[in-house]
């Protein structure tokens, strides 16, 4: 699990650079390109990349109401924290992703939200990490809820989910979530 852990906290450092680039007046879009192209080379070309500005820095630049949105969504930037990893083998996976596995083992990410919301650290993505033809890639994630304290599926495709992770082989544990709903299920196995 070495390698997961590994490539999942580079994934962590690369999207924090990408989170706050996108909200960094001082990056031009070239630049804020190249991190967005780092953070989603961790994900297979299957998913849809989940970064981008949403339009060029160059607009947002003179405009004060814009400009202190920006500043203030920078501000609650945070890097993920890595709560633990667990091993499967035999995954149910639609037959999307089905294509693309080349063994019958997943890890499974449990990592923290990406803004200070001035909530207590909790649960807000599960990255399912597997080999693939592209080599060790994020193949799908999970959103734990905060209305309801459970883990929902990304999007309605099912061809390429994760379905069941499968059988439980390791478990790592790095740090506890303080979030009840999450540290229940973080001490659930």
Not at 24 to 45: G, K, M, P, T, V
Not at 142 to 165: A, Y
Request: hydrophobic share 30%; proline share 3%; net charge negative.
């Amino acid at each position: 699990m070495k390698e997961i852990k590994e490539l999942i906290e580079n994934y962590i450092e690369a999207e924090f650079k990408a989170n706050k680039g996108k909200y960094d007046i001082q990056i031009s879009d070239l630049q804020y390109n190249e991190l967005e192209r780092d953070a989603y080379s961790f994900y297979h070309s299957i998913n849809s990349n989940p970064f981008g500005r949403g339009g060029s820095i160059d607009r947002i630049i003179g405009d004060e109401i814009w400009v202190n949105r920006y500043l203030k969504k920078y501000e609650k930037i945070i890097p993920r924290t890595l709560f633990q990893i667990k091993q499967y083998k035999n995954p149910k996976v639609g037959e999307g992703l089905e294509r693309w596995l080349v063994n019958d083992e997943i890890f499974a990410c449990y990592t923290s939200y990406t803004e200070n919301t001035g909530r207590e650290l909790g649960y807000n993505k599960l990255f399912y990490v597997a080999e693939t033809n592209e080599g060790m890639k994020i193949i799908y994630d999970l959103t734990f809820g905060v209305k309801e304290p459970e883990w929902r599926h990304s999007h309605d495709l099912k061809i390429n989910q994760v379905k069941n992770p499968g059988e439980l082989i390791a478990v790592e544990k790095y740090q506890a979530p303080e979030e009840a709903n999450s540290l229940a299920d973080y001490n659930a196995e």
